[in-house]
């Protein structure tokens, strides 16, 4: 009888065994697709890869670098890949008016005069201490018509009309040597080339955070710009695959607001960056959509129409209808 009773004991807790390894083994199978571009906003990534936090939720993670938000935002509409690590808001929106649910945000970020990103870099020897300055002087853009509506719309609010100046496209790895080769006056770069320019002694920014406060009309304003997205495909798909990854990118962007300076170092090595810009380049301030206020979606939106406004995007865009909380 003991003995019966011992053996239906040892059958119970060898199927419960058995029924832990095929959830445990179930949960390994999670599988996500993710475009890494390989920026500094891509950070929340490389610190849940390093800390495990994506692993520990039963999640397999299947990372391309993928350079650059149009490319990954190509990748989102074929399926290609299920999240994105950055992708910038206005290409997001405009995906969004051709396929709804393309890119829905998990988390977004803010850039203004502290979390700097955009900004005017001029030649150290140049007599520029304002944007009105540039009047009359040769300026590089980061590529792309979002980019360069962005550079025009902040010089006119500067007081300088197209014409006042010269305006070209370059890409963003030439705008150090354009500075130091003295090709250009000034650059509207992105970091961490600010930086980098900044470091080597060839120039010195004049102004940062040009969206907060000419778009926006306030230096202190979340200038949303980019962020995390993943489809409405995989979303419905892998709901709890998709949970789990936001869950994973809020723990992250927490270790790096307590750990900022072993977050930083997390960077090296995944990035085109070097130790020593890894320690000093701005970050954007990264924010999960479910901690968003109401304040931060109305500059969203705010910034939204302001390139529908101008022609960036072909129609209004509502920002509610590609956030997605968890």
């Known amino acids: 009888m003991k003995l019966k009773a011992f053996a239906t004991a040892a059958l119970i807790a060898a199927t419960s065994l058995t029924g832990l390894t095929l959830s445990t083994s179930a949960m390994a199978q999670m599988k996500v697709r993710v475009g890494a571009n390989p920026v500094a906003a891509s950070l929340p990534l490389y610190v849940g890869i390093k800390m495990g936090y994506f692993k520990d939720a039963g999640l397999e993670l299947e990372t391309t670098p ?3 938000p149009p490319a990954n935002l190509a990748a989102l509409i074929s399926n290609q890949i299920d999240v994105s690590t950055n ?7 405009n995906a969004h008016l051709k396929k709804p649910g393309t890119s829905m945000f998990i988390a977004i970020n803010s850039q203004n005069k502290t979390y700097q990103m955009e900004q005017f870099v001029v030649r ?3 007599d520029v201490k304002t944007l009105a300055d540039l009047k009359g002087k040769k ?6 018509p979002g980019n360069v509506v962005m550079a025009k719309a902040v010089l006119k609010a500067a007081g300088l009309k197209e014409g ?11 705008h150090a040597n354009s500075i130091t080769a003295g090709t250009f006056d000034a650059v509207y770069t992105l ?8 470091k080597s002694g060839a120039g010195r920014t004049i102004e940062a955070g040009l969206i907060a406060h000419y778009v926006l009309g306030d230096p202190d304003a979340n200038g949303w710009i980019a962020g995390t997205a993943m489809t409405m495909d995989f979303i419905k798909a892998s709901p709890d695959a998709a949970k789990k990854f936001a869950l994973a990118w809020g723990k992250s962007i927490e270790y790096i607001k307590a750990n900022t300076v072993e977050a930083r170092k997390m960077m090296v090595g995944n990035i085109a960056i070097a130790p020593d810009v890894a320690e000093i380049v701005p970050l954007v301030k990264f924010v999960m959509v479910s901690d968003l206020t109401p304040k931060d979606v109305a500059d969203f939106q705010k910034f939204i129409d302001f390139s529908s406004d101008n022609g960036i995007l072909s129609s209004k865009v509502d920002v509610s209808t590609m956030l997605q909380k968890f």
Do not use: H, M, N
Not at 164 to 174: F, G, I, N
């Open 66 to 68: 993928i350079i650059g």
């Open 87 to 93: 992708v910038t808001t206005i290409d997001a929106a």
């Open 124 to 126: 150290k020897d140049l």
């Open 139 to 144: 300026i590089a853009t980061t590529p792309g």
């Open 164 to 174: 006042d100046y010269t305006l070209d496209q370059l890409d963003l790895s030439q």
């Open 191 to 198: 970091e961490p080339f600010g930086t980098i320019i900044r």
